[in-house]
């Protein structure tokens, strides 16, 4: 089980976190190929605008795993703060599992969206025409992998609490 | 009250009762808005991507994480301390002595970093240590910190407005040119404070340090190619020559060039700038996605409307309205950084702003002043925690103290923006966007 996780952990920061950091130097190539071409060249490619927005897409939703497991996301801590540990670690497997469930809500969500693009054939409207189904599926793996690293939470946070529990 | 507006208050009570009980910001937002999606407007699920792929499918936010990169491997590798160091040198000699530099290098870090929190950890780490060798009053020092830090936002090139000006379909120029007057009118403002409270109580600092020609020319020798970029970035896109992203581009590249030259850049420290902007941009990015669907969500029932209605005809006016928001922003800014009340309130402020006929360029600069004044003000303010992080051997009420009297002039800049909107619309308007 130890050696899953780790594994897991392992592809969740390469995909999620390296990944995303090569993604955002193809996006900084990307700009200043059209920077060159547009102002020095005189012959814009007119690629950056489209690409640059599905790269950010990418960026934010597949990078949502690492943000997690890095403890990133904002949240509010105030009140918790002041409730003994056990309640402290019931309620956060509670909202963990709420998490859980909305991240998968978010892969059906994607998949769905995913699905309609295949089935009316949407494509971009600029002059590339990329089929947006294609780009799409940086959603499908962004919320995926947030399921995955949620799930690993949810365990690691029912393990403490029963920890807790047995310790009382 | 109808079936609607209960379900509406059960969703915001609903809200609430998740943000207090932990959970990230971002999801809060989005269980609330799914539940809305699912049981009060009755659309498929997939809205939920649908809602992410159009809101984060821009060009424009592109100049974030861009922007954020250039400020991660600038501050990484230290260039922020021979900054403040140069600076130190050029204006350390005047009444404050080195304080007045934390708040000369806020206004350049500011260009830099765009970011409270940044700023906040950065002066924290880099100006404290020597302020405190060189004995000036603690409370004054991290006082001086923590106020300096909400130039950041304000001086391009501004996270903050970038964000607030995509998501909302505004001229990023024009945003980042009205921020301009405003942050060098508080630079001077701060200033001014410090002289005052140095007047009135010479002990808090000792005699400052006068360095000579030759040190301020060596200093600035060193630092010169570093604010060469980031005037070259704002002079691309104030001249029009370049767009926002464009120049975020630019300025990242040239960033990491120069770091290069200078030896100063590691794969380490590459790699990490790299992971700190995926986390910045991921962060802050989805919960505006999921601001992006609760904002869907209510306006889809017509409660967004209804609400912007009721307030406005309350016939109260367009100041008291207007104080009602800094009443709210100065409670949230106990618990939530600005980015976060900025994706927390405006699907329902922004309509009430539109509809009382403002200026949304100027409301975008009022908004980064009232949003930021609330994160130094007691007792919770987040940046005083910040600060108190970084600073653990001081007890937070240290920082407190110092900070209070640095809320005047964020107050008496407030009060100019009001009366003075041209303060914050002139520049806009002379560059013709």
């Known amino acids: ?168 | 009250m109808g079936p609607d507006i209960l379900f509406a208050v059960g969703l915001i009570a609903g809200l609430l009762f998740l943000l207090v009980m932990g959970l990230e910001i971002g999801w809060s937002i989005g269980i609330v808005s799914l539940v809305g999606l699912v049981f009060f407007i009755e659309q498929p699920i997939n809205q939920i991507a649908y809602t992410s792929w159009n809101a984060l499918n821009s060009f424009t936010l592109t100049a974030m994480p861009l922007f954020i990169l250039m400020g991660s491997v600038l501050g990484n590798t230290g260039v922020n301390e021979k900054l403040f160091n140069a600076i130190d040198k050029w204006v350390g000699h005047l009444p404050g002595g080195l304080a007045v530099s934390v708040i000369f290098g806020n206004a350049v870090f500011g260009a830099m970093s765009g970011s409270t929190i940044a700023a906040t950890a950065t002066f924290g780490k880099i100006a404290f240590p020597v302020m405190e060798s060189r004995k000036y009053n603690p409370s004054f020092s991290l006082g001086t910190i923590a106020s300096g830090t909400v130039l950041a936002p304000l001086i391009p090139p501004s996270i903050l407005l970038i964000l607030y000006g995509a998501w909302q379909g505004l001229s990023i120029v024009d945003l980042l040119a009205a921020g301009l007057i405003p942050g060098l009118m508080l630079t001077a403002l701060f200033l001014l404070t410090i002289t005052v409270i140095v007047k009135i109580n010479p002990d808090l600092v000792p005699v400052p340090v006068k360095y000579s020609w030759g040190e301020r020319k060596k200093a600035v020798l060193e630092a010169l190619p570093f604010v060469a970029v980031i005037l070259g970035v704002l002079g691309s896109i104030f001249g029009g020559i370049m767009t926002p992203t464009e120049a975020a581009g630019l300025g990242a590249f040239l960033s990491i060039i120069l770091t290069l030259f200078y030896r100063k850049l590691t794969f380490r420290i590459f790699s990490d700038s790299l992971m700190d902007t995926v986390r910045i941009t991921s962060f802050s990015l989805f919960i505006m996605a999921m601001s992006t669907l609760i904002s869907h969500v209510f306006n889809s029932a017509g409660l967004i409307p209804l609400l912007k209605d009721y307030v406005l005809d309350l016939y109260i006016g367009k100041y008291t309205i207007l104080l009602g928001f800094f009443i709210m922003y100065f409670i949230m800014g106990m618990f939530f950084d600005s980015w976060s009340m900025l994706f927390l309130t405006f699907p329902f402020v922004m309509p009430i702003v539109m509809g009382l006929g403002i200026n949304p360029i100027w409301w975008g600069v009022v908004y980064v002043m009232a949003a930021e004044q609330s994160t130094i003000t007691p007792p919770f303010g987040l940046t005083l925690f910040v600060l108190k992080g970084v600073v653990p051997q001081y007890s937070l009420s240290t920082i407190v103290k110092g900070a209070l009297p640095f809320l005047i002039p964020i107050y008496i800049n407030i009060i100019l923006l009001i009366l003075f909107p041209q303060l914050a619309t002139w520049l806009p308007g002379m560059l013709g966007n």
Do not use: N
């Open chain 1, 1 to 168: 089980m130890r050696v899953f996780t780790q594994v897991l952990e392992r592809i969740i920061t390469l995909i999620s976190g390296g990944l995303q950091g090569i993604v955002i130097c193809l996006l900084m190539g990307l700009i200043l190929v059209e920077v060159t071409s547009r102002y020095l060249l005189q012959t814009p490619l007119s690629v950056a605008e489209e690409y640059g927005g599905y790269m950010l897409v990418a960026i934010t939703y597949i990078g949502l795993a690492y943000t997690w497991k890095h403890r990133t996301h904002v949240r509010v801590t105030f009140l918790i703060d002041k409730f003994p540990l056990r309640i402290r670690l019931g309620i956060r497997v509670i909202t963990l599992c709420l998490a859980l469930v909305f991240s998968g809500y978010m892969c059906v969500a994607a998949w769905e969206l995913v699905q309609e693009s295949f089935l009316f054939g949407d494509r971009s409207g600029s002059w590339l025409r990329t089929p947006l189904a294609w780009p799409q599926m940086t959603l499908i793996i962004g919320a995926a992998m947030l399921f995955l690293q949620l799930s690993l939470e949810v365990i690691q946070a029912i393990t403490r609490f029963i920890l807790v529990e047995e310790e009382v």
